[in-house]
C-alpha cells in the first residue's frame, strides 16, 4: 500500500459540529499542534465569517509543514476569496448525487459536469492546486461518479475527494466504489472523506485505503457534522499497527491533541474512544488483568500505552483477582501471606462496584 | 471510585529519636497527607496517597529512609468510612 496521507479538517469540517467555534488563537494553536503531529493537510475555511478569514490567514502565515489547503464551494466567487488568501491548495466542492443536483444546486448532471471543470479550470489557471470534492458521492449513480471524477481530472484537478457525506457505506461497497473510480482514473490521487452516521467512517475510509485511495479525512476526537467523521487518533494508529506505516506521525501527542480539543470545546471525550479514551488502558477484570501482568500488557493491549503518550491503569474492587493485591504486595513491600490475599479478597468482593485505581 | 492508592505506613521509631522531628520530616515528603501519633506496638501512622504504586512506593521508602524511622509496616487502604476521606 502507498504511503497515506492525513487530512485533518478540525478547523472546517470541525466547526460544522454544534458548540464547536475555535478562537483566532486556539485556530492557530489547533494548526500549530496538528503539524507537529505531523498531518499532510490542514483544512480550513475562510468563508465563513471575519473571525474565519483572519484565523485562515493566521496559519497560512505562521509557516507550518502542513498544506494549508482552503475549502470553499465550486464557484467562481469562492475561488477568488481563496484566491485572496495566496494559499498553495484550495478544496473546492460540488454535489454529484441525484438528490443534492435537484435540491441542493437545482442543476443538471451536465450542467454539474460542466461547472466542475469551468471551476477547476479557473482555480488552476491562477496557479493553486486544487482538490475537487464529489459531495455525496456515495450516493451517487457510480457510471456519473465516475464521468464527474474523469472531467475533474482532465481539468487538471490534483486530487479528488471521494465522500460518504451521510455515511451509509459499508467497508466493501466503499471498496468498491473507490476501486471503480481508480480503476477508471489510475492517475487521479483520491481523497477519502467518510461520514460517521452508523459508526463505520473508520473501516470505510481503511477500506477506501486498500482500494486505492491515499488520503485519509479526520477531525480531533471525531467532531464533525453529525456524528463526525474518523477521529485522527484512530486513523493515525490504524495506520500504523495494521498498515506498519506512517511511523513519522508524532503519535505520543494524540492525548493532549484531545485534550485541547476537549478543553476548548468543553465537549468531552467518550472513555471509550480509541487510543485517547481514558478507559483504553485500564484493567478492570480479574483473570485479563493477571494475564496483563503475566504479558507485559500484550494479552489485552492492541498496542503500548507508553506508545501514544499513556499510562496503563488497574482498578481494584469487586471484579478483582488475587493477582492486583499480589502485585501491589510486591510493588509496596506489604508482604502479604497467601492467607492475608484471600481475606482481602472476600472483603472486595463484599464491595459494590469499583474501589480505587492506580497506574501500574 | 478513587483514582489513587493508598497506604498506611506503621513506623516504629528509635528509642532515642524525637518524634517531632520525624514527623516534621515525614510531612516533607511528597505523597503523605498526615501523620498521627499513637501509643503501642506502633508509634506513628502514616497516610500516604498516589496515582501510581511505583511513586506510591517512593514514598514508602522516603519514609523508611528517615532519620528515627527504626522499621515499618505498609497496609494497603481497600476502602474508607466516615468522615474522613484522605485520598
Known sequence: ?360 | MENSISVFIGVVTEEKAKTSEIIKAILTIPGVKSAWELTGSLDLIVLASSQSVHSLNVVVEAVRACAGVKETTTYLVLDSHGEVKQR
Request: some cysteine; overall charge neutral.
Open chain 1, 1 to 360: 500500500m502507498q504511503r497515506i496521507l492525513l487530512l485533518d479538517s478540525t478547523l472546517r469540517e470541525g466547526e460544522q459540529a454544534p458548540k464547536v467555534r475555535f478562537s483566532r488563537e486556539q485556530s492557530l494553536q489547533t494548526a500549530g499542534e496538528l503539524d507537529s503531529f505531523g498531518v499532510d493537510f490542514i483544512e480550513v475555511s475562510p468563508t465563513v465569517s471575519e473571525r474565519s478569514r483572519q484565523a485562515a490567514k493566521d496559519i497560512l502565515a505562521a509557516g507550518l509543514k502542513a498544506n494549508v489547503i482552503l475549502h470553499g464551494r465550486a464557484t467562481k466567487e469562492d475561488i477568488d476569496l481563496l484566491h485572496s488568501f495566496s494559499p498553495k491548495w484550495i478544496a473546492i466542492y460540488l454535489s454529484t448525487s441525484d438528490v443534492h443536483l435537484e435540491h441542493k444546486l437545482h442543476m443538471t448532471k451536465q450542467d454539474a459536469l460542466s461547472r466542475a471543470a469551468e471551476t477547476i479550470r479557473y482555480a488552476k489557471s491562477l496557479g493553486l492546486k486544487v482538490r475537487f470534492t464529489c459531495e455525496d458521492a456515495s450516493r451517487t449513480d457510480a457510471d456519473y461518479l465516475i464521468r464527474m471524477a474523469r472531467a475533474a481530472h482532465d481539468a487538471g484537478a490534483d486530487r479528488i475527494s471521494i465522500t460518504d457525506t451521510v455515511g451509509v457505506m459499508t467497508p466493501s461497497s466503499m471498496y468498491s466504489l473507490v476501486h471503480k473510480v481508480k480503476s477508471a482514473i489510475p492517475s487521479a490521487e483520491l481523497d477519502v472523506h467518510c461520514h460517521n452516521d452508523l459508526g463505520l467512517a473508520l473501516a470505510n475510509s481503511l477500506a477506501s485505503v486498500e482500494a486505492g485511495a491515499t488520503c485519509i479525512h479526520t477531525c480531533i476526537n471525531g467532531a464533525g457534522e453529525r456524528a463526525g467523521i474518523p477521529k485522527i487518533a484512530e486513523v493515525a494508529m490504524a495506520l500504523q499497527v495494521l498498515y506498519k506505516q506512517r511511523e513519522d506521525l508524532q503519535i505520543s501527542t494524540l492525548p493532549r491533541l484531545s485534550k485541547m480539543f476537549s478543553d476548548f470545546t468543553r465537549l468531552h471525550c467518550d472513555p471509550f474512544s480509541p487510543v485517547v479514551g481514558e478507559n483504553v488502558f485500564r484493567h478492570k477484570g480479574g483473570t485479563h488483568l493477571g494475564a496483563v501482568l503475566r504479558s507485559d500488557g500484550k494479552a489485552y493491549e492492541a498496542f503500548t500505552p507508553e506508545s501514544v503518550g499513556r499510562a496503563r491503569r488497574f482498578v481494584v474492587g469487586e471484579y478483582s483477582g488475587k493477582n492486583v493485591l499480589r502485585y501491589l504486595s510486591t510493588n509496596l513491600g506489604l508482604n502479604l501471606t497467601d492467607a492475608q490475599v484471600a481475606k482481602a479478597m472476600a472483603r472486595l468482593k463484599e464491595k459494590e462496584g469499583d474501589m480505587f485505581e492506580f497506574e501500574a
